[in-house]
């Protein structure tokens, strides 16, 4: 892992290069370019504001708020595990050049989208702003959560995309996965409306995501300290799952050029 994590940074300006090809080529072609960094959460958090707020008239005070504390962290997982999944295998342009370095390929689609979700905070800031809650202390924890969801999101692409260069069902049901995935995460629901607070750790604990959702909520949302051991368990699976995908990518990384 420490090898993996080693060499990206000695590629850090082949991963910037790709980074910022990839933000270009993305709105390329579309009127508001950059804006969509924008529209695409705050258009989604109107559907569900609509069903879920309105039509289903829920509970939750500001619940526009609510949704979208929880909805941009979400989107930055779900984009880079749906893209991530499939971010080697559809390059054999450049991995058939000499010893091109496979593991920088995923780790572009996460900071892609890292990107993303960072000019989408001040957005939600607004937003709240709008609702009469107004920054506090508390957001200096969002660059340790935003350390920690990034290594989580990392690991987890690093994982589909090489399992994906054998098995390519994997990329087409990935969207299911997620689907499901948005469900069983407090984004449009609290953790407070499962019925037992041994059901709520339960939740937290077999779907890190949740965790990590619940993070963003504490900080922007109910304006607290997030907990800290829902966070540390996702850190060691976090390192666990690196662990393990550095490692596959070691072993397989000269096979991946024949099997694309």
């Not at 994590?5 to 508001?32: D, G, K, M, N």
């Not at 997982?77 to 995923?106: C, H």
């Not at 969801?149 to 690093?158: H, P, W």
Request: hydrophobic residues 55%; glycine residues 4%.
């Amino acid at each position: 892992m420490i090898r993996n994590l080693r060499e990206l940074y000695q590629y850090r300006a082949l991963l910037w290069a790709l980074t910022v090809r990839e933000l270009r080529a993305r709105y390329r072609a579309s009127v508001l370019g950059f804006l969509w960094t924008f529209l695409n959460p705050t258009l989604s958090m109107a559907v569900y504001v609509f069903v879920f707020g309105w039509l289903m008239e829920s509970d939750t005070a500001r619940f526009p708020y609510f949704v979208f504390s929880g909805l941009i962290p979400w989107i930055y997982f779900s984009s880079s595990v749906g893209a991530g999944t499939s971010a080697v295998s559809e390059r054999r342009d450049l991995l058939t050049k000499v010893r091109f370095p496979a593991q920088v390929l995923p780790a572009t689609v996460v900071l892609t989208n890292a990107i993303n979700f960072l000019l989408s905070i001040p957005l939600l800031v607004l937003l709240g702003v709008v609702y009469g809650q107004w920054p506090t202390w508390h957001f200096v924890f969002i660059v340790p959560l935003l350390l920690v969801q990034t290594l989580f999101t990392l690991a987890i692409t690093y994982v589909v995309s090489a399992m994906n260069v054998a098995f390519r069902d994997l990329q087409h049901i990935m969207g299911n996965i997620l689907q499901l995935g948005f469900f069983l995460t407090p984004v449009i629901w609290r953790i407070e409306q499962v019925k037992t607070l041994e059901q709520q750790q339960l939740v937290v604990l077999l779907n890190p995501v949740a965790a990590l959702v619940e993070a963003w909520h504490d900080i922007f949302f109910r304006q607290r300290v997030p907990a800290a051991m829902p966070l540390a368990v996702v850190t060691v699976l976090s390192l666990v799952m690196m662990w393990l995908a550095s490692t596959l990518f070691e072993h397989r990384r000269e096979e991946f050029a024949e099997l694309i």
